[in-house]
């Protein structure tokens, strides 16, 4: 006790010592920032479960694209030097940690590393605490992949925040629609989701849709396991013993290759078609632990089933070269949303060299239609913030001679046939028979 | 009411702080509001850590703190920053009631494990409930403050000056609380709990007025942490968040009730400049500094103000 009485009086002046001493140091690293290139804050996980299947593919890409825009290697329209004549510079962060660590981090990058633009964000959860924050600050934001329907619902009108990937309820409303092309006859669906907000929206859009396209499929059976759960012997039990026709499921990454593993083993996917939204993220690894004919979506027209376009040709090369494996969904997806930035920043009508506000960005952002390696992208939903593009689902094929695995029996469907008009949620107009929907 | 000069220091201090927050970056500004709110939470865990158990589940309150302020915000349209935050350490205290009627007769790894296990059921009931956003959780509405509303672009810091307050407050009472026959039982009980049985007092009622009061101010810090993030999910209930909180107790130390304001800032600053400068293996960063924590400074941060390192060497 006495000793503690003696020490107390350290502490004003310790206390006055650490405290000057972090401001310091914190404040001598913003100036460093202003140094005329374009600073890219990217943010996808580094670690933890989504980064394997996702976040390395995402940040790998944005590295391969960066590099080639700034030495101008890309094809037309994307041939000029980094954004705008400026050269690129990407800060990377892990998304790992929770929505409100990721709200910290995001000012971080905005305010003390002084960003241009942050581009990333997989988890939906990270989305919607990110998109207020976004537009409270002034911060030019693109989605690259998280899928939430809510986005928007929350975000009414937004100023800064893009997203150029898909909602997910177009990967459900696709997979119904393929099967009412290739399946019509299929009577019994089963459904295996993980427990949690991707799991339980992915699984009420796909069963909607399925009331509404084939009225007379029959849910027969619908497993919740929880996430990363990683052995699903009674799931795949529970699942066989109502013999159904179709069996879908949203899971990704560990979750998806031991389900499909394991149900293979078990005899279940002979007998049953699966139907895998984000099954194309594990093509290359599948090999003949698949089934042939097995249904995979990319949550887009990424990867498999990008177009064979110059811009998709070069950045698949460039991506095979430098990492040894062709490009996933989620790589794809990083690209194009860089794309998309770079499209807009020049697009901003500033001379070439400087680097356009944030606002101005916004604005040549809204409604704009750029060239990306999954095709033209029209930003056409939500007052010009979100993107609209097709889906394509196709059949699992291996290929035992060259021990790749490949699709077939594509279909794509155009965006205007699976995406929700504005003004109305993606689960009403499901269970409105799709009013107003184009399909070819 | 006389002040004691620790308490004035205190209070000092938190005066200077909400003072520098008007020159400071906004970021740190953010960024100490965090720290600070998980600093409450980090004190209800010290709080119990000085009755001698180990709470693996304080997110437990933390996290119903800030469903408490974000569901009032949503379903009753109640926006005053105070009610808020009052509702929150009301539901927490309630719960707290409860479930402290059994809490209490455990010790050890038994009392860490059921509070694990308490939590992880929130954890569970908020992760399937749709309505509430499931484990994306929902966006928690702009506050007022008895009629007030910040201007845009200025309810950070504002929130940060209220925190700052709140800190200040909650330190000087917690001071005394430490310092008060009730605190001084609770280390006797870590000591010997069969002793303090036979001074005739009641260890069991003591820990669960104990564990209400910790509740209570883990709920502050999960209201503010809710209003500040603008965002909750049910990862506040999850074992890692109540880890976390127990990291962050360990490295301040249980000394002072300055050590875990002093921790959190500091757990603050290290992570996200790791974060910044290797993003790929940051944890790892944040390992060797509870590593190094333990090895060198056993007693936490605080032994560095007590001189309790130096003789512990000699």
């Not at chain 2, 620790?6 to 400071?24: H, R, S, W």
Request: glycine share 10%; with cysteine; charged share 15%.
């Amino acid at each position: 006790m006495n000793n503690s009485k003696k020490s107390m009086l350290k502490h004003p002046l310790a206390f006055a010592i650490t405290a000057a001493g972090l401001a310091l140091s914190l404040s001598a690293s913003v100036q460093a920032a202003e140094n005329g290139k374009f600073r890219i804050g990217v943010v996808t996980f580094l670690s933890g479960p989504a980064a394997g299947p996702f976040g390395e593919p995402s940040a790998n890409a944005a590295k391969v694209l960066v590099e080639g825009l700034n030495k101008g290697q890309l094809p037309a329209p994307y041939d000029k030097i980094g954004i705008n004549g400026a050269e690129i510079e990407v800060v990377i962060i892990d998304e790992a940690g929770g929505a409100a660590k990721q709200v910290e981090e995001f000012r971080n990058l905005v305010q003390r590393q002084k960003v241009d633009a942050v581009v990333g964000y997989i988890s939906s959860g990270d989305c919607l605490a990110i998109a207020p924050v976004a537009e409270e600050l002034g911060a030019m934001t693109v989605f690259y992949d998280c899928g939430t329907s809510q986005l928007f619902k929350e975000d009414k009108t937004p100023q800064y925040v893009f997203r150029t990937s898909l909602d997910a309820a177009v990967d459900n409303i696709g997979a119904a629609r393929y099967l009412s092309k290739v399946r019509p006859d299929a009577q019994k669906v089963a459904g295996i989701q993980q427990n949690y907000a991707w799991g339980q929206d992915s699984w009420s859009d796909f069963t909607h849709s399925m009331e509404q396209l084939m009225p007379k499929a029959k849910v027969v059976e619908s497993q919740m396991p929880k996430v990363f759960q990683g052995q699903y012997g009674a799931e795949i039990s529970a699942i066989s013993v109502k013999r159904p026709d179709i069996i879908h499921s949203s899971f990704w990454g560990g979750d998806m290759e031991a389900l499909v593993l394991q149900a293979n083993a078990r005899g279940l996917l002979e007998d049953a078609t699966a139907v895998l939204t984000c099954g194309e993220s594990a093509i290359d690894r599948y090999k003949d632990q698949a089934p042939n004919g097995m249904i995979i979506g990319g949550r887009g027209p990424f990867g498999a089933f990008a177009p064979d376009n110059a811009l998709n040709r070069w950045f698949k090369d460039q991506y095979q070269t430098a990492y040894k494996t062709a490009p996933t969904y989620p790589a794809s997806k990083m690209a194009q949303a860089i794309l998309g930035l770079k499209h807009a920043a020049e697009n901003a009508k500033v001379e070439p060299g400087k680097i356009p506000a944030p606002l101005e960005i916004a604005k040549a952002f809204k409604g704009a239609t750029f060239e990306s390696v999954s095709g033209t992208v029209k930003m056409a939903r939500a007052d010009g913030h979100q993107a609209m593009q097709g889906i394509a689902y196709g059949e699992y094929q291996y290929d035992p001679a060259s021990k790749k695995g490949g699709v077939q029996n594509v279909i794509a469907f155009s965006g205007e046939c699976v995406t929700p008009p504005d003004g109305t949620t993606a689960l009403d107009w499901i269970k409105a028979g799709f009013p107003g929907a184009q399909c070819n | 009411m006389r002040l004691s000069k620790t308490e004035l220091i205190l209070l000092g201090v938190a005066v200077l702080l909400a003072a520098g927050g008007v020159i400071a970056p906004q970021w740190l500004v953010f960024l100490l509001t965090m720290a600070l709110a998980k600093a409450m939470v980090v004190q209800g865990v010290v709080m119990q850590m000085r009755a001698g158990l180990v709470t693996f589940g304080q997110g437990l309150f933390f996290c119903v703190g800030g469903y408490a302020v974000g569901m009032s915000g949503h379903f009753l349209n109640i926006t005053d920053l105070a009610l808020l935050l009052l509702i929150g350490v009301g539901a927490a205290v309630l719960l707290a009631m409860l479930l402290g009627l059994l809490m209490t007769r455990y010790r050890e790894i038994f009392f860490a494990m059921l509070s694990l296990a308490f939590s992880m059921i929130l954890y569970g009931v908020l992760v399937k409930s749709s309505a509430l956003g499931s484990t994306d959780g929902f966006n928690v509405k702009a506050w007022t403050l008895f009629g007030w509303t910040p201007a845009s672009g200025q309810a950070p810091l504002a929130l940060f000056i209220i925190i700052v307050a709140c800190s200040g407050l909650l330190a000087v009472l917690l001071h005394r609380y430490s310092r008060s026959s009730a605190g001084m039982m609770c280390e006797a009980i870590r000591e010997n709990e069969v002793r303090v049985e036979y001074l005739g007092q009641s260890p069991r009622w003591v820990l669960y007025m104990n564990y209400v009061a910790a509740a209570a101010v883990s709920a502050l810090g999960g209201g503010f942490m809710a209003l500040s993030a603008g965002h909750i999910d049910p990862e506040m209930a999850y074992w890692i968040t109540s880890g976390e909180f127990v990291f962050i107790a360990l490295l301040g130390g249980t000394a002072h009730v300055a050590a875990p304001f002093i921790a959190a800032i500091l757990f603050a600053v290290v992570r996200t400049y790791a974060i910044e400068l290797v993003p790929h293996s940051w944890q790892m960063i944040l390992g060797f500094t509870l590593l190094a924590i333990i090895v060198f400074l056993p007693k936490g941060l605080w032994s560095l103000f007590t001189g309790q390192a130096r003789r512990a060497k000699a």
